[in-house]
């Protein structure tokens, strides 16, 4: 059974900073690109980060310079790194495996003005 598990979120000031984590099992984590989505109240998903088996990463322009990705694949982890944190990055936050094929259930993050 495949599980996407994320962590970290929160309320937080804009400015500030948060880590999200994601713990997967149930696939070989270590070949399968991972990322990062996010769904504001209203909105569609949208892409935010990836990181490829090799550890080629990209970035959606709205988070470029603010945002980290990066994973363990001994942890079977991936992380988002957010810092300078804007209001308008108020989402829930999904990890993803594959192209995607996988989702997490999504963590919540809050930024106050």
């Known amino acids: 059974q495949v599980q996407l598990i994320e962590s970290g979120g929160g309320l937080v000031q804009a400015g500030g900073s948060l880590r999200l984590s994601c713990a997967v099992s149930g696939i070989i984590f270590g070949i399968k690109p991972m990322a990062w989505y996010r769904q504001a109240p209203g909105q569609q998903r949208e892409f935010v980060a990836r990181i490829a088996a090799g550890g080629i990463t990209n970035y959606a322009d709205s988070v470029r310079g603010r945002f980290t990705i990066s994973r363990d694949n001994a942890q079977r982890s991936v992380y988002l790194q957010m810092s300078k944190l804007k209001p308008e990055d108020t989402a829930t936050y999904f990890c993803?495996?594959?192209?995607?094929?996988?989702w997490g259930k999504g963590t919540l993050v809050t930024v106050s003005s």
């Open positions: 993803a495996s594959g192209n995607p094929t996988y």
